[in-house]
């Protein structure tokens, strides 16, 4: 069982940089893929990143690429989503998923544990 717990959500200016954090409990955090998610009001869930277990491989949503990136620190138990360029569109609630097997999915089915979100607004 792992609990993931998202943090770092506010608001934040057009153009304006942010980062959020997610932090698992349990000792076997680097045996997990991890991935970010978001869903804006009104929207379904999308795919935002997605990070292999030792920090190897990452993959990104069209609409993110080059402004996020993705990362983790295993001894912390943690994983980043670096927000640059920020656009009122980037506007949601941000949810950060762990899923066991060692490929990188966009499909939220693959993830087997989610966070509660944390909001994420960009001001225009």
């Known amino acids: 069982q792992v609990q993931l717990v998202e943090s770092g959500g506010g608001l934040v200016q057009t153009g304006g940089s942010h980062r959020l954090s997610c932090v698992a409990s349990?000792?076997?955090?680097?045996?997990?893929?991890m991935g970010w998610f978001r869903q804006g009001l009104g929207k379904v869930r999308e795919f935002v990143a997605a990070i292999g277990r030792n920090n190897a491989a990452t993959y990104y949503a069209e609409v993110v690429k080059g402004r996020f990136t993705i990362s983790r620190d295993n001894a912390k138990n943690t994983v980043y989503l670096q927000m640059n360029s920020l656009k009122p569109e980037d506007t949601a609630v941000y949810y950060c998923?762990?899923?066991?097997?060692?490929?990188?999915?966009?499909?939220?089915?693959?993830?087997?544990?989610w966070g509660q979100g944390t909001q994420v607004t960009v001001s225009s």
């Open positions: 349990g000792r076997t955090f680097s045996s997990y893929s």
């Open positions: 998923a762990a899923d066991r097997t060692i490929a990188l999915h966009t499909q939220e089915m693959a993830y087997d544990y």
